[in-house]
């Protein structure tokens, strides 16, 4: 049974940095696309990043781009979010993903329990 366990989330001022990481078990890690999506409070569960299965390839919503970095280390079954100049509206619960199918999809399949980030201004 493939699982997803982050870590990384916590507390930050405005401009702030965070780096989430994101291990998987179970499973074979490069056979997945892997990504990032977020839900605040009130709001619907909304795509952050995602990353080919080599790596060579990602993809960022407009919100973020240029701010955050997806990357992945597959020896170690890790994908990261590098998050820097965070703004009040980036905090969320951040969930990792993983899919069969291709970053453009935006199709996921399976989830981790999620870890909170808080932005205050």
């Known amino acids: 049974q493939v699982q997803l366990v982050e870590s990384g989330g916590g507390s930050v001022q405005a401009g702030g940095s965070l780096r989430l990481s994101c291990v998987l078990s179970g499973g074979r890690f490069t056979s997945y696309i892997m990504g990032w999506f977020r839900q605040a409070p009130g709001k619907e569960r909304e795509f952050v990043a995602g990353?080919?299965?080599?790596?060579?390839?990602?993809k960022y919503a407009d919100s973020v781009k240029g701010r955050f970095t997806i990357s992945r280390e597959n020896a170690k079954n890790t994908v990261y979010l590098q998050m820097n100049r965070l703004k009040s509206e980036d905090t969320a619960v951040y969930y990792c993903?993983?899919?069969?199918?291709?970053?453009?999809?935006?199709?996921?399949?399976?989830w981790g329990q999620g870890t909170q980030v808080t932005v205050s201004s």
């Open positions: 993903g993983g899919g069969m199918l291709t970053i453009e999809t935006l199709r996921y399949d399976f």
């Open positions: 990353i080919s299965r080599t790596g060579g390839s990602t």
